[in-house]
């Protein structure tokens, strides 16, 4: 959930109240129930959190009775120092900001002329916390480690999306304003005591950084973890790209590994589209001009990728918005999604169909992202060029895989796949030498699929693949998957099928 406590604005980033929800959302009585029926079926809750900076209405900042203020908490400089903002990206904006109270003597020192700048990345309203001292570094953290057990206390939220974390210790202008070892640091002192306080607890990062390296240093490491999960930044737009250009990225398979493969173990890679910040890109639906084909198509892309998929509210039923943080965060529009549920062929009943597939099979849950290659009417694909398709095959262990084929552009073609490199161990284990294939995805269900065998895996016959749309096969014993009625889930039944066996 985005912030959902007291604050200046709209958008609540700039927090006056952390321990408080806006009362136009609700009590945290409300939040305790959701947080419980959300739980019946086995949903979790987990709230942005600003560790960075705070509201400048908050008291911490604005009390008038400097008793009450922590002035020591923020940055104080005599002079405006005219720093450029933290992030080597975009227009230049300042992060020395005038102190709103003039009059108040911040640095305890009988004088209002030593104190008259404060460092705010983002905003003159948002002041930065003071991560640089190690007196108010430690009480910082001992407050947010506090609203934490708060909440998790009082309701059973499940963890915390963080914000800004790569901004929490200033040593310098430029690259000296981001990513510094104290934060990680700070980031790795947060960890010990999330987990002490329930080692089940989440904390999901916000990094959007301009290489991948920097990205990964935020889940630490297995001896030294900082976050459990991570946004996928700059991927986002490699994925809409393929719908936008009607092809592959040069980059779309590399930049998915250069993470998953890395990752530490325990550790989780979050993928999506785009959210409510702009630099993120206009609404999905905005984006591909709100042609249902399009707007399916790349769900059935990210939604069958390996990661955990993000799905922005409105995005499952085609909610356009565009410009700015406003024009992409407008409120739901509930009629629309209660038409389109009663529609089999929406866009929401096709999230639901795939996430229904997605969830069922265990490869497409838990299984990594392989890359095979793919001829078409083009020749064979390469994993680092770009292409009108692309197959990956999803796989947990050598006893089944789930091939998934992408057709990104309006050409229809006839498709063989080398799965050589993927089936040949489950091959070498069968007694039979051959896999049986299953169609498992909608409008190809009366389509039959060869086995798999020594002399067809280099050379797979798919048949005739229409444009913009997506095969998916699953290959194995396919028994554990069926239900009292012998029927096992596919996007033309997913939206009934239930496990009546379990």
Same mark, same amino acid.
Request: charged share 25%.
């Given at each position: 959930?985005?912030?959902?406590?007291?604050?200046?604005?709209?958008?609540?980033?700039?927090?006056?109240?952390?321990?408080?929800?806006?009362?136009?959302?609700? #009590?945290?009585?409300?939040?305790?129930?959701?947080?419980?029926?959300? %739980?019946?079926?086995?949903?979790?809750?987990?709230? =942005?959190?600003?560790?960075?900076?705070?509201?400048?209405?908050?008291?911490?900042?604005?009390?008038?009775?400097?008793?009450?203020?922590?002035?020591?908490?923020?940055?104080?400089?005599?002079?405006?120092?005219?720093?450029?903002?933290?992030?080597?990206?975009?227009?230049?904006?300042?992060?020395?900001? %005038?102190?709103?109270?003039?009059?108040?003597?911040?640095?305890?020192?009988?004088?209002?002329? =030593?104190?008259?700048?404060?460092?705010?990345?983002?905003?003159? +309203?948002?002041?930065?916390?003071?991560?640089?001292?190690?007196?108010?570094?430690?009480?910082?953290?001992?407050?947010?480690?506090?609203?934490?057990?708060?909440?998790?206390?009082?309701?059973?939220?499940?963890?915390?999306?963080?914000?800004?974390?790569?901004?929490?210790?200033?040593?310098?202008?430029?690259?000296?304003?981001?990513?510094?070892?104290? #934060?990680?640091?700070?980031?790795?002192?947060?960890?010990?005591?999330?987990?002490?306080? =329930?080692?089940?607890?989440?904390?999901?990062?916000?990094?959007?950084?301009?290489?991948?390296?920097?990205?990964?240093?935020?889940?630490?490491?297995?001896?030294?973890?900082?976050?459990?999960?991570?946004?996928?930044?700059?991927?986002?737009?490699?994925?809409?790209?393929?719908?936008?250009?009607?092809?592959?990225?040069?980059?779309?398979?590399?930049?998915?590994?250069?993470?998953?493969?890395?990752?530490?173990?325990?550790?989780?890679?979050?993928?999506?589209?785009?959210?409510?910040?702009?630099? #993120?890109?206009?609404?999905?639906?905005?984006?591909?001009?709100?042609?249902?084909?399009?707007?399916?198509?790349?769900?059935?892309?990210?939604?069958?990728?390996?990661?955990?998929?993000?799905?922005?509210?409105?995005?499952?039923?085609?909610?356009?918005?565009?410009?700015?943080?406003?024009?992409?965060?407008?409120?739901?529009?509930?009629?629309?999604?209660?038409?389109?549920?009663?529609?089999?062929?929406?866009?929401?009943?096709?999230? +639901?169909?795939?996430? %229904?597939?997605?969830?069922?099979?265990?490869?497409?849950?838990?299984?990594?992202?392989?890359?095979?290659?793919?001829?078409?009417?083009?020749?064979?694909?390469?994993?680092?060029?770009?292409?009108?398709?692309?197959?990956?095959?999803?796989?947990?262990?050598?006893?089944?895989?789930?091939?998934?084929?992408?057709?990104?552009?309006?050409?229809?073609?006839?498709?063989?796949?080398?799965?050589?490199?993927?089936?040949?161990?489950?091959?070498?284990?069968?007694?039979? +030498?051959?896999?049986?294939?299953?169609?498992?995805?909608?409008?190809?269900?009366?389509?039959?699929?060869?086995?798999?065998?020594?002399?067809?895996?280099?050379?797979?016959?798919?048949?005739?693949?229409?444009?913009?749309?997506?095969?998916?096969?699953?290959?194995?014993?396919?028994?554990?998957?069926?239900?009292?009625?012998?029927?096992?889930?596919?996007?033309?039944?997913?939206?009934?099928?239930?496990?009546?066996?379990?």
């Amino acid at each position: 959930m985005m912030p959902i406590f007291e604050s200046m604005s709209d958008h609540g980033y700039d927090c006056t109240n952390y321990y408080k929800i806006k009362s136009n959302l609700g #009590t945290t009585n409300d939040l305790k129930e959701l947080s419980i029926e959300a %739980k019946k079926y086995n949903i979790k809750l987990i709230l =942005d959190l600003v560790n960075n900076h705070v509201g400048s209405a908050h008291p911490w900042f604005s009390h008038p009775d400097k008793n009450q203020r922590k002035d020591h908490w923020f940055i104080w400089s005599p002079v405006d120092r005219r720093w450029g903002p933290p992030w080597p990206w975009g227009t230049y904006s300042p992060t020395w900001r %005038k102190d709103p109270y003039p009059h108040y003597d911040r640095t305890g020192s009988g004088r209002n002329d =030593d104190d008259t700048w404060f460092y705010g990345a983002f905003d003159d +309203k948002m002041p930065d916390f003071n991560y640089n001292n190690p007196n108010s570094r430690k009480e910082v953290i001992d407050e947010f480690v506090k609203i934490m057990k708060y909440w998790y206390d009082e309701t059973g939220i499940s963890g915390f999306r963080c914000d800004a974390v790569r901004y929490l210790v200033e040593n310098g202008e430029g690259a000296g304003q981001r990513d510094q070892k104290e #934060t990680h640091e700070i980031w790795r002192e947060y960890r010990r005591r999330v987990e002490a306080i =329930d080692p089940e607890l989440i904390l999901l990062s916000e990094a959007p950084t301009e290489d991948y390296q920097t990205m990964l240093r935020y889940y630490g490491t297995e001896a030294q973890p900082e976050f459990h999960a991570g946004f996928h930044f700059i991927y986002n737009y490699q994925l809409m790209e393929t719908l936008k250009l009607y092809r592959r990225p040069a980059g779309l398979l590399r930049d998915l590994h250069v993470i998953q493969n890395n990752l530490p173990r325990g550790t989780q890679d979050f993928i999506f589209l785009t959210n409510h910040d702009q630099f #993120t890109g206009d609404r999905v639906a905005t984006q591909l001009q709100n042609q249902v084909f399009r707007i399916k198509s790349i769900a059935s892309l990210y939604l069958l990728l390996s990661g955990a998929p993000t799905i922005y509210y409105g995005e499952e039923y085609g909610m356009e918005g565009c410009c700015n943080d406003p024009g992409i965060r407008q409120p739901m529009d509930w009629r629309r999604v209660e038409n389109q549920l009663n529609d089999p062929n929406s866009i929401v009943n096709h999230y +639901k169909r795939i996430l %229904k597939i997605r969830n069922h099979y265990e490869p497409l849950r838990l299984g990594r992202s392989i890359y095979v290659r793919t001829q078409s009417v083009d020749g064979w694909d390469d994993y680092n060029r770009e292409s009108r398709w692309m197959t990956l095959v999803r796989k947990v262990n050598d006893n089944e895989l789930v091939i998934i084929v992408h057709g990104f552009s309006g050409i229809n073609s006839r498709i063989h796949l080398n799965l050589d490199g993927v089936v040949s161990t489950m091959l070498e284990k069968s007694n039979v +030498k051959r896999l049986q294939v299953h169609n498992i995805m909608g409008s190809y269900m009366n389509i039959q699929y060869p086995e798999i065998n020594e002399q067809n895996k280099r050379y797979y016959p798919m048949g005739e693949h229409l444009g913009f749309t997506t095969k998916v096969l699953f290959v194995g014993n396919i028994d554990k998957y069926r239900d009292r009625n012998g029927r096992y889930p596919t996007y033309e039944n997913a939206l009934g099928f239930y496990f009546t066996n379990k």
